[in-house]
Nanobody
């Protein structure tokens, strides 16, 4: 089992920055993919960014160039640096992990409970 706990959500004005953290514990040694997903009002859960065990990354088009995903050297903590935030970035941000190679929300093995980000205009 893997436990994931997110932190760092807040209310921020448009144009501002936030850094989200995800602390992972448990049997994380064979985790292949960790990622950030969000559920915005009226929308389904969507991929924001993922990072693989080899440190390659993917981003959704809507956040490319503004968000940066990273993991610390131990692999126990994952971050999402969010810059130039927009009102449409508002939502609950979830940390997720997968032993397999896929990144669709339905394929992720483990989920945190999420942290709320609100961007005001």
């Amino acid at each position: 089992q893997v436990q994931l706990v997110e932190s760092g959500g807040a209310v921020v004005q448009a144009g501002g920055s936030l850094r989200l953290s995800c602390a992972a514990s448990g049997s994380i040694f064979d985790i292949n993919i960790m990622g950030w997903y969000r559920r915005s009002p009226g929308k389904q859960r969507e991929l924001v960014a993922v990072i693989r065990s080899g440190r390659s990354t993917d981003y959704s088009d809507s956040v490319k160039g503004r968000f940066t995903i990273s993991r610390d050297n131990t692999g126990n903590t994952m971050y999402l640096q969010m810059n130039n935030l927009k009102p449409e970035d508002t939502g609950r941000y979830f940390c997720a992990a997968n032993r397999g190679p896929q990144t669709r929300p339905s394929t992720m093995d483990y989920w945190g409970k999420g942290t709320l980000v609100t961007v005001s205009s």
